[in-house]
T-cell receptor, first 114, second 114 residues
Framework: GENVEQHPSTLSVQEGDSAVIKCTYS??????FPWYKQELGKRPQLIIDIRSNVGEKKDQRIAVTLNKTAKHFSLHITETQPEDSAVYFCAAIRITGGGNKLTFGTGTQLKVEL | SAVISQKPSRDICQRGTSLTIQCQVD?????MFWYRQQPGQSLTLIAT?????????ESGFVIDKFPISRPNLTFSTLTVSNMSPEDSSIYLC???????????FGEGSRLTVL
């Protein structure tokens, strides 16, 4: 099955700086790579995703890059704000229709300091 | 997107007892997923609940410990049986969007076993 590794486990940045979280996956057939944000005491929510047919995707201050050859993908947050503080999870899956089971990374606790 | 309601949102349970968590979705879905999130950890899939058939359990999880019901296309329950303090976790119900891969999560049920 798929195995997803995520680094770093904790990340502290100053407000306004950039933050980068990196993930690697093992299954070369994986074709969908979402990122979830989980604020304290709340449910995980999708913030951005990328599919294997593109190398980069951007949505305002967040972007994700994918290197299929190296089997790694990264989340980039620019101009960080205190409300970006949360746990971020990457995930990977090979979509084959309905009932797709995501494999999650171990999570990164991001703290944005004033 | 799907709206998922879970209850209870939290509970404190005694060792040796069982607790059933309910999950209601606002639309019909073929499969529902149950995840466990231990304190400070990532999300681990317990089982996939299919309507009209037995649930499919992941490695390390068994039906006797986590019996699942799926009586219709909008509802599922997960029971945590014969609880011990190691079962203290957040249990999350989720559904996917079909062929896009995105997962939607319920609010989670935070169980504390004394």
């Amino acid at each position: 099955g798929e195995n997803v590794e995520q680094h770093p486990s904790t990340l502290s940045v100053q407000e306004g700086d950039s933050a980068v979280i990196k993930c690697t996956y093992s299954d070369s057939a994986s074709n969908y790579f979402p990122w979830y944000k989980q604020e304290l005491g709340k449910r995980p929510q999708l913030i951005i995703d990328i599919r294997s047919n593109v190398g980069e995707k951007k949505d305002q201050r967040i972007a994700v890059t994918l290197n299929k050859t190296a089997k790694h993908f990264s989340l980039h947050i620019t101009e960080t704000q205190p409300e970006d503080s949360a746990v971020y999870f990457c995930a990977a899956i090979r979509i084959t229709g309905g009932g797709n089971k995501l494999t999650f990374g171990t999570g990164t606790q991001l703290k944005v300091e004033l | 997107s799907a709206v998922i309601s879970q209850k209870p949102s939290r509970d404190i349970c005694q060792r040796g007892t069982s607790l059933t968590i309910q999950c209601q979705v606002d639309s019909q879905v073929t499969m529902m997923f149950w995840y466990r999130q231990q304190p400070g950890q990532s999300l681990t899939l317990i089982a996939t609940a299919n309507q009209g058939s037995e649930a499919t359990y992941e490695s390390g999880f068994v039906i006797d410990k986590f019996p699942i019901s799926r009586p219709n296309l909008t509802f599922s329950t997960l029971t945590v049986s014969n609880m011990s303090p190691e079962d203290s976790s957040i249990y999350l119900c989720s559904v996917d969007s079909g062929n896009t891969g995105e997962l939607f999560f319920g609010e989670g049920s935070r169980l504390t076993v004394l």
